[in-house]
């Protein structure tokens, strides 16, 4: 079909016009204004949802720990337990202060749960957290570790090598600062549980290497190397003791421990539990070699700072330790019988030795020579031990290492180095090891080096304060020089040099003992055996060298006073050796006598010593070198002046002293023993009889009189010295005495511990009177004159109010003469003294004719009494007739 025409024209018409909409409107159009919220639509669906308010119970855990352990927090120990693993290094540093509380606050949690608390701590040894690891070493160091002591169950034991096997895991950690807080971890096992060392010795000690041989680590920070070798020190120690221990033959029940610790084995019996001495003393020598070369590495840098820091310092003192200590375990090896070596077998042990430790410590001699000349004191301590450790080789050291010579000069100058140095708390610490050897250097060393030693070490000796830390070394040293058989090292006896120095140090001696008792009382005990020894040891020394150790009993201040010496102070092993020395040097006790006596009758001494003392001069009496006169005064002067406490025994007046009766009895015994053992008993009184007379008329105490008493009757009852007519009023005034005595107490009432201790009081004198009648009737006529009152000599002896007391007199020698009858040994005498005894009589009934205005009627009734009972035993001895006493029935 064509297009229509027109086509232009129709283009132009207008458009139809838009038709309008039929019907309603579906929506409504609405105007809204900008920022006007829109209505909901009409046909919205409504979702608002209307409730009331729920109201549950209180849920609170705090209701359910009532009574349980919990921290500031109120977190129970499960629960810090479990937050000791958290993610967040905060969350573990706040359990383990928690933890830490509870256990304070609740030592039975840690009692109760100790080996969980442990098991879940030791997760923490290689924390990355710096203070989370040094929070898990307080805890360890000041509360688990010392309530694990206390516990040696299964379990603890168990746990602790669990502990032990991470903190070796820490030690190879990648991580530096992990790996030398490991070693920190390791040495605080070691030091509190030492038995847990011995299943992990090997990899200890191979991990030791390994880090000491970690250059990143030296490089690191030298200075937190001290840690490692503060552990390294600790070990090594372990295994120097342990081994020392295991060799000493009869050990101690307390030493058995050590071995049950750990122990060594080797090679074909080795097991799982131990090691073997060969691999030790292989991972020894690498330990060597690495310490020596940071002992070099240290001292270079240390030289080359203005100033010492105290870091550096204690890693190299450190290092020199560990040094020593492997020093320790060689020597004891190689000390070893040849077929216990640990050694390879196809090796000698001192070559052996020189090949294994001396090659690596020859570059120590350098570093020596690089302190050498310093200042600081610290340097001087460096070299100290140093020489240290060549003084424990000193014997497998040959001239191929450097000469004796030269190390002899270098251990001379820290001596001489030693006197100008300030800080003497550091010399006394570190100069100790050096005296200790030096007995041995100088047996070893050439005879040209001996002089300057000896002459060094005797001027420090002697320059060396009683109460330094020192004297004790110094005493042990010269000990060793003195006394060849407790050291092994014998020096040359014929060497008249060393001999010299001998006089030198003996001399010495008696000025440290005297100046340590109050100042150094070890020293004292080590200064006494000391001197013992030489007297054993060298029974022909000058003992003029030694007058000062008198002084120790005392020192005669005015004529026959004595000022007492420090020896009753001393303890009572320092006494009995000093009593013991006595023996050996006997030019010394003519001079010691009468100080040792003062010292004997002190309340302050023991008996033990006192008799002690009288055994040890009996003895040196008895080996002739004594003098029988200076034994008998020694022995005389206790026995009048010993000084009874007879406490209520005797006198009410002494009831407040504690009675020391028994030991005069003793001490009694004992001095009558040693009389009667030197021989002829007359000989004997006869020599002491000017020295007993005198004590007998000093009048002193009654006990002491029936000991003077007793002497005369052991060694001579019947001697005519009796005769004279002191003795007799002496012996006539001891029986009144005691008569009296026993009269104060007998008013009280009937006291039997009074008679017997009367009659022990007569025994004496019954004894004389049965040997010599003659002095029986001298005495009744001396106790006659007194009754009559015509002795004034007797009264003064007796200690009476004379010329009163008429009763008092008269009952006091009717006690006397009653108690003389009742001994039927002494009946045949009396009977020749028969008139004495009727004068006494008729006197007693003239004093009751007579009208005396002196007499009461209380002591009339004494005198009827006293009376009375002297006729009945009268008739009772059978010496006069019925007839003869008739008279007497009269007297009123």
Sequence with gaps: MGRPKGGAASSSKKPKAKQKQRGGVDFKKYKHKVGRKLPPPKNATNTEIKSKAIVLPEQSMASERTGMAVNKRGLTLRELLQQTGHYNANVRRAALNGIKDIVV??????????????????????????????????????????????????????????LM??????????????????????????????????????????????????????????????????????????VAKTIENDDTSNRQAHNLSARENWKFTTDEDSTGGAFSMSNLLTKLQNLVQILTNSVEVSASELCAKSALDVQSSEALLSALQCLDLICRIFVHEVKKPQLKFSIPKNQHGPDWLRSSLLVHLNNLWGVKRLFHGKGDDKFFIFNLRIAEIFLRLNVWIDNTVFSAEEFCLFVSSLFAKAKTLRNKDLIEIYLSPLITCIPGLI??????SKGYLLEVFTDSFKDCKVDCKLMLPYLDAVGGMLFPEKTSIWLAENDSGVLGYHDIWIHELPGILLQSIDKAPLVTKVALELLLRIGQYFPAVDCGRLRP?????????????????????????????????????????????????????????????????????????????????????????LMARFRVHPGDIVTLEDSSKLSNWDTFKSLNRLILTSLSEMGDGSLVLELIWNNLFN???QKPSLHNMNGLLRIIVTLDAGTSKLMNGNVVKLIAGYLVDASLDLSKSTEFGFQPDKTRLFQYFLKPCTIMFDKNDK??????????????????????????????????????????????????????????????????????????????????????????????????????????????????????
């Excluded at 924390?127 to 603890?156: A, G, M, W």
């Excluded at 047996?443 to 040209?448: E, G, L, M, Q």
């Excluded at 005669?556 to 006595?582: H, M, N, T």
């Excluded at 004159?785 to 009952?811: A, K, M």
């Design 105 to 162: 606050k609740h030592p039975t949690e840690l009692k109760l749960h100790k080996v969980a608390i442990i098991e879940k701590l030791q997760e923490r040894i290689c924390d990355t957290d710096k203070v989370v690891r040094e929070s898990l070493y307080n805890i360890l160091q000041s509360l688990i570790f010392p309530s694990l002591k206390e516990d040696n169950t299964i379990s603890v034991r168990s746990t602790l090598f669990l």
């Design 775 to 892: 002095v029986l009737c001298s005495t009744l006529e001396s106790l006659k004159s007194f009754v009559t009152g015509g002795d004034h000599l007797l009264s003064s002896v007796s200690n009476l109010n004379y010329p009163g007391e008429l009763s008092c007199r008269v009952c006091a020698v009717t006690t006397i003469l009653i108690f003389l009858c009742n001994d039927r040994k002494l009946h045949r005498n009396l009977s020749l003294g028969k008139l004495v005894i009727k004068g006494i009589l008729e006197y007693i009934r003239h004093q009751l004719d007579s009208s005396v205005p002196d007499v009461t009627h209380v002591g009339k009734q004494k005198l009827k009494s006293a009376f009375e009972q002297l006729k009945t035993k009268a008739l009772q001895l059978n010496c006069w007739d019925r007839s003869e006493l008739e008279g007497f029935s009269s007297a009123t």
């Design 443 to 448: 047996s070893n060393a050439p005879d040209d």
């Design 549 to 637: 150790f008198m002084k120790l009993f005392g020192v005669e201040s005015l004529p026959g006073a004595v000022d007492l010496g420090p020896f009753v102070k001393l303890p009572r092993d320092c006494q009995e050796l000093a009593i013991s020395c006595l023996y050996y040097f006997p030019s010394l006790l003519p001079d010691v006598i009468e100080p040792l006596a003062s010292c004997c009758l002190s309340d302050a001494l023991e008996p033990l010593i006192l008799f002690r003392a009288i055994e040890v001069l009996q003895s040196t009496y008895k080996a002739g070198s004594l003098h029988i006169t200076e034994q008998l005064s020694f022995l005389l002067l």
């Design 695 to 697: 004590a007998i008329a």
């Design 165 to 238: 096997a991470n903190i070796l895991n820490g030690t190879t950690h990648l991580s530096v600062e992990i790996q030398l807080m490991a070693f920190r971890f390791l040495e605080l096992v070691v030091l509190n549980f030492p038995s847990s060392f011995s299943s992990y010795a090997e990899q200890t000690f191979n991990n030791f290497v390994a880090v000491l041989s970690n250059d990143r680590i030296n490089l690191h920070d030298r200075n937190k190397l001290n840690s490692v070798l503060s552990g390294l020190g600790h070990c090594l120690s372990l």
